[in-house]
């Protein structure tokens, strides 16, 4: 295909050079082309191969509808699929191809053209499901793995995009001739109006075409530059520019994605696209139609265009793809581009019609004869062929005989739709037109309106009628356009769909979906296998499924399935219509919530601490917390958890527990609220006393579990676990504001604004004391389970006596802000009776040597205080609390429910894993009956070896028996089933 | 994303707001003697209506009040919004409120684009 520059063209500037490399090769192409107008300055066409069949593909559109010429940006982290006809070049892009091997030129791939007959539609389905599931294991995934696809995914990309929010009282979606004439009606109103084009410049068709010849008497170009102009003038009037609508969403919600390196390459750390989130009170769609395409044999060779795309790359990239295109049609679209190149002095090689003469517009008929352009009226294109371009075509004219003409490039209509995509996921009906063969909008569903093409108005008679009466809800001026046509003609249209082939052949292919590279043959061999309904057909065969959604295509199927089934193409339907429009980028939705902003990290007021002195953290929740302290790098995790554990158990250890949820409750019904959140009854508690408390769900497993501070009848402080405390608070707030609105109790979080530290160990009375010198840390003055209200150095502090340890403990609880000075102190007068901090695997190791649960480790949701063996927990006494008639179910009464239970390997140097599964057998035989499994699993230096908890069926009657727990090796290991303590069962060390 | 009218703040954006199933769901009284099939029930038993439902949601990310609405659940159409302690409003009182996304039957996978 030999192309050919026009000068003279307002959008292209010839003077800048700007050279780009298309696999590996350099090339110039000029300021403001997209990479497939540079390439076919270039006479490139051949860019890709098919996505199956591996076929050599060129450049089918000029458009966003594009599904042949996808492209991998190596210059821009390896972007794959992006269309070649919309990507605007720079100085220094670097292009490559997709989906072939070695080259583009000589691609191993197209080998499957030679098997296509296998690859038909269901292909997948039936090589998956089907008898021969082997051959696809061993033979087809495989194969289709390295040969089907599109581009590469993208490397080390770190793309940035943010998002921005409006309100508007008006939205235009497209600047095309409708786009801008609505938004002149709406200059110096009233309404907050927001203007959207997908291109660089408005104008839409008076930039793409040859259609108009003057608007109000003027130059189309001189009234766009006065309109645009006016329109930026007025002050309710935003215009977004390179923003493509993809989504409409219910209440008038859009979704649209700005380029903001539009010809230039995205700079590092700059915002490279904008997500703007709209809504609007009225949408007004003007987004035009979109050209389709005819069925033949070949229509996929390189050289075969649109030919409303050829017009476009004329009027709005300054060059003619080709010198001499034959045009085939079946419509009156394609006259302007007859006239266009006539009026650029170039001349088609031939205009082939499918209408008889009698129906071909006269002005075309003239502009053709005198012209001396060779016409076939009634007539077909059987096939195109070459090789990788197209070399020639065969034509059956009117009287049946077959002509052969020689040509290098092909321009195509099938007619035109209204792009009814947005209308469509807006929810608004269709309709058939049986006269322009389309479906167009009808009913909408939302506060929408459709203006021009986008409605199904092919003509330009009723323009400022039309307009004047969509828009005659708003107070706006009422519009009166002149408008000249070039070639002024109506829109006519003859039924075709696909041209039925010279000679049938297993491998002549006439498609139907380019992208997906899928045939007509497929359509008609899915129907004969039954799936004769739109949604299931588009599935099996995978018809308009490809990234371009079969923009160009998608109707033709449509037709021809209808004549298939002898339907209208009404009963046929369509398929839905799903956002996003075009693909979207995953960073472009992310916008600014990826990476360190993805979700908030929280940390302690003592983390600057934590840093300094070798901590390593794990995540929990949100939170950042200690998982162990490394005192050299060369301390592995086992050591320094062991480290850490037995230095609780022998001196004292200190953790930052500051992450503990905390829930202050207060009012006068605070403790008939407690006693109704909880299992446990806090009516005979003492003031200054604590309990430890569980929280149930309606259907009585255990939800949450935590301390519970009574400081009076109406003021309680309660604790929930570190990924609790939201969803505890939540459940108080519900409960309080809707089950027991006759309350008065108010709740809120102070988890932020205190600092815990956990402190425990034989030695913690001695620190303590030294610590805060004031108090009276005797067994007597301060015993297990009570707290006190003290001030150290003016600061206001509260001391609980509790442990989850096992060990003496005291839990110090401190304003935020002055909690790093305590901690220093408590480091410093702790040194000398070893005191050491301690991480959150420590603090695992230790509760459960002590049997103490971890809410969402050892339950999971399906388990009742009950199966914990925690049934003193429960106020019996209690007419009610949250799950508490749960606990009376036939469900939770049942005896073989999973409980809780100590596991030790019955051969002490044998080792557990977590989440093995409880077994009676030594040997594993397949089907194997499961008690349960291991919820949490250690080693402890103190007891010399391996144990576990565990929730095996009827497991509290199984204690003392011996049963055998799964290994990740595939074998077992036989472990004694004991009771969930290993030390310190009767709370000695505790409360001494 | 759909536009929720919170009672005490306003019309807010949906992302502040999180569901809480359906409204008007009686708590049995726990003083009394509860039956398995009156708790069963009330644990586990939703409405899962095509077209009108009354339904609590929470502004969770702002002033964190519980509310009820009338919610067309074909539509997703919220067709009122009301405090806890304010009557429930009668359904009849919503006219032609099947008006489906897409004029599909009230009764069917929805998979209907064109009006029949
Ligand atoms: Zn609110």
Known sequence: MKSINLKGNQFIQFHQKISFKFDGVKYFGYKGDTIASALLRNNINLVGRSFKYHRPRGIYTCGIEEPNALVQIISEYSEPNTRATIKKIYEGMEIESQNRWPSLENDFGSINNLFSPIFTAGFYYKTFMGPHKKFWKNLYEPLIRRAAGLGKPPKDFKGISNHIHHNVDITIIGGGLNGLLAAKSFINSNYDVLLIDFEEQLGGIINNSNKISSIDNKEPKDWLKETIQEIEDSKNIKILKNTLVTTYNYINHLIAIEDRFVGSKPIEGKVNSTLHKIRTGHTILCNGHIERFLSFQNNDLPGIMLSSSFEKYMCRYGLAPSKEPVIFSNNSNSNSLVYGLIKAGLKPKAYIDSRSGEEIEPNLFDLIRKNDVPLYTNSQIKGAFG?????????????????????????????????????????????????????????????????????????????????????????????????????????????????????????????????????????????????????????????????????????????????????????????????????????????????????????????????????????????????????????????????????????????????????????????????????????????????????????????????????????????????????????????????????????????????????????????????????????????????????????????????????LGYEIYIPSNSAPKIWDNIQSVGKEFGLAPYGTEAMHLLRAEKGYIIVGQDTDGSITPIDLGLSWMIGKSKKDFLGKRSLARSDTIREDRKQLVGIIPSNKADKLEEGQHIILDREIKSPVPMLGHITSCYYSSTLGHDFALAVIKNGHSMIGTKAYASTSSMSTTGVDIVKPVFYDEDNKRLVS | MLIINCPYCGPRDQSEFSNGGEAHVKRPDGSKEIGDREWGEYVFIRANPKGLFYERWVHTHGCRKWFNCVRDTSTDEILVTYKLDEKKPNLNNFKSVVKTPSGEPEVGSGNFTVEK
């Open chain 1, 387 to 807: 090789n990788k371009k197209i070399e020639k075509i065969l034509v059956e004219d009117s009287s049946g005989a077959l002509n052969e003409i020689k040509c290098d490039c092909l321009c195509l209509s099938g007619g035109i739709n209204p792009d009814v995509h947005l209308f469509t996921q807006s929810k608004g009906l269709l309709d058939w037109d049986e006269k322009d063969l389309t479906y167009k909008p009808s009913k909408p569903f939302q506060p929408t309106i459709t203006l021009g093409s986008a409605s199904g108005q092919f003509n330009f008679d009723n323009l400022n009628s039309d307009i004047n009466e969509k828009l005659k809800t708003f107070k706006v001026k009422k519009l009166d356009v002149k408008l000249e046509l070039n070639t002024n003609t109506k829109y006519n249209i003859e039924k075709l769909w696909e041209v039925s082939p010279q000679k049938k052949s297993l491998w002549a292919k006439s498609f139907i979906d380019l992208q997906n590279d899928v045939t007509t043959k497929d359509i008609r061999q899915a129907i004969t296998e039954g799936f004769d309904r739109i949604e299931h057909l588009k599935r099996y065969t995978t018809n308009s499924m490809g990234t371009d959604q079969g923009k160009i295509s998608s109707i033709n199927a449509l037709g021809i399935v209808s004549d298939l089934l002898d339907k209208k193409v009404n009963e046929v339907g369509t398929t839905i219509y799903r956002p996003p429009y075009a693909p979207l980028s995953f960073s472009a939705i992310a916008g600014r919530n990826c990476y360190e902003f993805y979700d908030p990290e929280r940390k302690s007021p003592i983390h600057s601490w934590h840093l300094k002195n070798g901590a390593i953290f794990e995540d929990v929740g949100q939170w950042k917390r200690p998982w162990y302290f490394q005192i050299n790098k060369d301390e592995s995790m086992h050591d320094a958890v062991q480290r850490e554990s037995k230095n609780v158990r022998e001196n004292a250890g200190i953790l930052d527990g500051s992450t503990l949820g905390k829930i202050e409750i207060k009012g006068e019904d605070a403790l008939e609220f407690m006693n109704l959140i909880y299992t446990n009854s806090f009516t005979k508690m003492k003031q200054g006393s604590a309990r430890y408390a569980l929280m149930l769900g309606e259907d009585g497993m255990v939800k949450d579990d935590g301390i519970i501070c009574k400081i009076s009848d109406q003021h309680f402080i309660a604790t929930t676990t570190t990924g609790g405390a939201a969803t505890v608070l939540g459940c108080m707030e519900e409960y309080a504001q809707t089950e027991w609105p006759n309350l008065k109790v108010f709740m809120n979080s102070i988890t932020e604004q205190y600092a815990t530290f956990n402190i425990s160990g034989p030695k913690t009375r001695e620190i303590m004391k030294k610590a805060f010198p004031n108090i009276n840390f005797s067994n007597e003055e301060f015993p297990f389970m009570t707290f006190q209200f003290h001030e150290f150095n003016d600061i206001p502090i509260r001391i609980l006596r509790a442990s989850f340890t096992g060990e």
